[in-house]
């Protein structure tokens, strides 16, 4: 406050502490900063692995080479898959939206170790540094696929050290976010904000940052031996030298598998967050869709095997992991009926962030629906390598948690830039995303049932008709992308101002300003009820100004919102 | 971002206190900092430690089959957990952290019996 402003008078935007400009945000210790500046990292990724993603589709439109040899197809494949997975899906919706809304949700100033958070940022940017620099240097981009599947990681004479060095210290920040989060919730939440008074986001947050915390040094180890084999040859998973290819394969589905569900598991906290703001009404069954979070996330660790049905695992193995597969569809389950639930007789507001989430629904259902054909062993079988699979994942990862990050942005935009955007055209954006969405990879489960092998850069003329499709698909898709950040753009140069609560939201970071101020509340608010209560109030903003007793008091909060 | 705050369970005068920025000494803040623990059972440990290194080498000569790999794991169990029960001061911490580690290992034993499912049965 060097310059005479109080904190609390402007938002964390203007708000000039010890260091300015571009210091001012590089040196902030800010929650809500540290968020946009994961932002910005991430959509500048996103945009990478995205013109990867239709580099690749180019060079798929016509059999043989189109635009780009196959050492380089190898390559671009790889890049794609560990900028979108290590770089943009896993950190996306948990590092910025998690640490600009977690801290308001909950009632607190900032996370636990607000340092720490700016140190994961920190990280982030190393391993992503690394990740680009793997590209030029050491003979050529990796090209083994975001996999690194042994014993070919291992012999390849491409840079694969330095990319499983990147993934390693990305991992390293996720687990340190993932750390920050839980302690964040387990001590810093408002008086009054039981477990059972938490938004669901935090739910979602809190199973994401559990499984962050206990899966990434699995992954850190199992990176760390591919570079001692590479370096040392110390045979812990070349055959050639007494080692197991497929104990690879566990170490690595042991963190790859939950991962999804890291992805995931926040992306279903937001659904649960705009569901009861569009409708008008109290989520339906708020225990057991946080339950199922946990459920989930629990689950999710034990369901790794189901990418190795046919690398030569044991049957008992085999058996054990589908079933357990099959597992998850019930707590999934119940999130998927809770949210129609929540729809019904509600007093429904079609806007942006609402058409993504339906959209969100619609897509996730078939990615979870066809995920059942892989997790029985029979139908596995036949589709397995295939683009069936690769459709699965890009419905759930891209349909799932990428659209939902859609619906995050839109969702969140006012209260993040205190600014407004063009609704009309967010919904034309958001159609014609899932329409090129759909075109793009329905195709794929087609292909895949018809026996096209992923990864291959040709393929027989049988095909060709089905590449095109999906090709065309990958132009709608972008189209609706670049329209949809165009819209984003305008509105945060020129949009007009945003009210604190455009939607009617009911949780706490819509009862402070948008943007919000430096330190978010005047005072630590004190919580009532639950979150998604519309026809009251269950929050006392400024406890102290309204009657709470300030010294001495016996009863909790609770027996006090109760009198 | 000064000072952090509360838990659900916390009273109104607490939450007075703590938007007012006074010093929050949560209930379950006690922690292990100043217990002291004698040499003695710091030695004990230590020679405990040594011994079972000593069994660990000595069963690694004898011919246990399938057998050799889970008697080894199981020794390496107990050594750690005599580290962290006493060096790591696991003994005095609060009973969340225990809980939060138990749930580590259930989770770790857990991804190591699917693992050796897979190899025991191969």
């Known amino acids: 406050m060097a310059n005479g402003t109080l904190a609390k008078d402007v938002s964390y935007l203007e708000y000039e502490g010890k260091h300015k400009g571009l210091a001012g945000w590089l040196l902030s210790v800010d929650h809500k900063r540290i968020g946009l500046m994961y932002l910005m990292g991430i959509m500048i990724f996103f945009f990478v692995a995205m013109t990867l993603g239709v580099l690749m589709r180019l060079e798929m439109l016509s059999p043989g080479e189109t635009i780009m040899k196959p050492a380089t197809y190898n390559s671009v494949f790889t890049l794609h898959g560990v900028i979108m997975v290590f770089l943009f899906i896993i950190p996306a919706i948990p590092a910025v939206f998690g640490n600009f809304m977690l801290p308001i949700q909950i009632g607190a100033k900032d996370v636990a170790f607000p340092r720490l958070n700016l140190f994961s940022w920190y990280l982030y940017m190393i391993g992503a540094i690394l990740a680009i620099v793997s590209l030029f240097t050491g003979g050529g981009a990796a090209d083994t696929g975001w996999t690194f599947y042994v014993p070919y990681s291992i012999r390849s004479a491409q840079n694969v050290s330095m990319t499983t060095l990147a993934a390693f210290v990305l991992g390293f920040s996720s687990i340190v976010t993932g750390l920050n989060f839980v302690v964040t919730i387990h001590r810093l939440r408002a008086p009054g904000m039981t477990w059972f008074r938490m938004p669901l986001f935090v739910w979602g947050l809190y199973a994401t940052s559990w499984i962050q915390v206990l899966a990434t040094p699995v992954i850190g180890i199992t990176l760390a031996l591919i570079m001692l084999e590479r370096f040392m040859g110390i045979g812990v998973f070349d055959p050639a030298l007494g080692g197991d290819p497929i104990l690879y394969q566990h170490l690595f589905w042991i963190y790859s598998h939950p991962a999804v569900y890291i992805m995931i598991l926040p992306a279903m906290g937001v659904v649960s967050e705009i569901l009861p703001t569009f409708a008008r009404k109290d989520i339906f069954g708020y225990k057991q869709i946080a339950i199922s979070s946990l459920g989930i996330a629990l689950i999710g660790y034990l369901v790794w095997g189901h990418h190795m049905f046919v690398s030569g695992m044991s049957d008992t193995s085999r058996i054990v992991f589908s079933l357990l597969t099959f597992l998850v569809a019930i707590p999934t389950g119940v999130k998927i009926f809770n949210w129609v639930a929540t729809l019904y007789k509600g007093s429904i507001k079609f806007s942006a962030p609402l058409y993504y989430v339906l959209g969100f629904i619609f897509i996730f259902s078939i990615g979870g629906l066809t995920g059942l054909v892989l997790g029985a062993l029979a139908t596995d079988i036949h589709v397995t390598d295939t683009y069936f699979v690769v459709a699965h994942f890009h419905y759930v990862m891209f349909g799932g948690m990428g659209i939902m990050f859609f619906a995050t942005m839109h969702y969140w935009f006012p209260k993040l830039f205190g600014k407004m955007y063009n609704e009309k055209i967010a919904i034309i954006a958001c159609t014609v995303i899932i329409v090129g969405f759909n075109v793009l990879y329905f195709p794929f489960f087609i292909m895949g049932y018809m026996g096209m092998p992923r990864r291959y850069y040709d393929y027989l003329p049988q095909f060709q008709g089905w590449h095109i499709l999906s090709t065309i698909g990958s132009w709608i898709l972008v189209s609706g992308i670049v329209f949809m950040f165009g819209n984003l753009l305008y509105a945060l140069l020129k949009g007009p101002k945003a009210p604190m609560n455009p939607w009617g939201g009911t949780t706490l970071e819509w009862k402070v300003p948008s943007p919000p101020p430096l330190e978010n509340f005047d005072e630590i608010p004190v919580v009532t009820g639950g979150p998604y209560v519309h026809d009251k109030q269950t929050y006392i903003m400024h406890p102290g100004k309204e009657g709470i007793k300030a010294n001495g008091g016996t009863k909790t909060v609770n027996q006090e919102a109760a009198l | ?122």
């Open chain 2, 1 to 122: 971002m000064s000072e952090q705050i509360h838990t659900g369970e916390m009273t109104a005068g607490q939450a007075h206190a703590a938007a007012h920025g006074e010093a929050e000494h949560s209930h379950a803040g006690a922690h292990a900092g100043g217990h002291m623990v004698g040499y003695g059972t710091y030695f004990m440990v230590w020679l405990g430690l040594v011994a079972l290194t000593a069994v660990t080498v000595t069963i690694a000569g004898i011919q246990l089959g399938s057998l050799t790999l889970l008697t080894a794991m199981l020794i390496a169990s107990v050594k750690t957990a005599l580290v962290g029960y006493h060096f790591m001061h696991i003994k005095y911490d609060n009973k969340i952290i225990k809980v939060f580690i138990l749930v580590c290992l259930v989770i770790f034993l857990t991804f190591w019996i699917l693992t050796f499912s897979d190899l025991s049965f191969r």
